[in-house]
Every structure is written in C-alpha cells, then in structure tokens.
C-alpha cells in the first residue's frame, strides 16, 4: 500500500510565504517511477491542478494562477515532493494535496495515489 502525507500548511499572511512537503512510502513503491503532483480544492470548489513534476528528467508543469510565485521539486533519494509558494493570495487559500501517477507525462490528469491533505489559508 502506498502513503502520501503532506505536511507544512498553516495560516500566512498575504504576501508570505510557505513549503509543503508531501512524504511517500510503500513496500514496492519506487517513487522516482512517478510523475507527482500538488492539486488543491477551495470550499465549495471543485480540486483543480496547481503543478506536477516529471518521473524523468525535470519537466514541471503549472497552473496558470500561480506560475511565477510557486515552485515543484522532488527529491528522490528522500521520497519527497516539496511546494514552494511565495508572494502567497487569499485566493491560494484551500486544502493542498500531493498526489502520484506511475511513468505518465507530466500533464496527466491521471493519478493513482492521494494523500490527506493539508490546510492551508492566507490572510488579507
């Protein structure tokens, strides 16, 4: 069974900001044989993509709204994915999930594992 637990939200104001982290484990899973990515989901909205990292190489891909002020990366040696936001919005405020599809390109909309999820909210 794989596990994805993220970890590092919290309350920031606007203008601030914060890392993720988002932890894998499993006793057959090889996390650098998955693209993995950050979604989140506002209340009463439906989840949408934030970005997502390549299985291979180091393509990442993003969501318009936050191009320029967040940044992907991994490190697999850690089984670890990580979300830097900066120069963070009201609008950023939403539960944050991490989640992982095994060798698909990097805009898949695909995925075979979720985590939690972790709150996050910024204040105006």
């Known amino acids: 069974q794989v596990q994805l637990v993220e970890s590092g939200g919290g309350l920031v104001q606007a203008g601030g900001s914060l890392r993720l982290s988002c932890v894998a484990s499993g006793r057959t899973f090889r996390f650098s044989d998955y693209v993995v990515a950050w979604f989140r989901q506002a209340p009463g909205k439906e989840r949408e993509f934030v970005a997502a990292?390549?299985?291979?190489?180091?393509?990442?891909n993003y969501a318009d709204s936050v191009k320029g002020r967040f940044t992907i990366s991994r490190d697999n040696a850690k089984n670890t994915l990580y979300l830097q936001m900066n120069n963070l919005k009201p609008d950023d405020t939403a539960v944050y999930y991490c989640a992982a599809a095994l060798m698909r390109v990097v805009t898949t909309t695909i995925y075979d594992y979720w985590g939690q999820g972790t709150q996050v909210t910024v204040s105006s």
């Open positions: 990292h390549s299985w291979s190489g180091s393509a990442t």
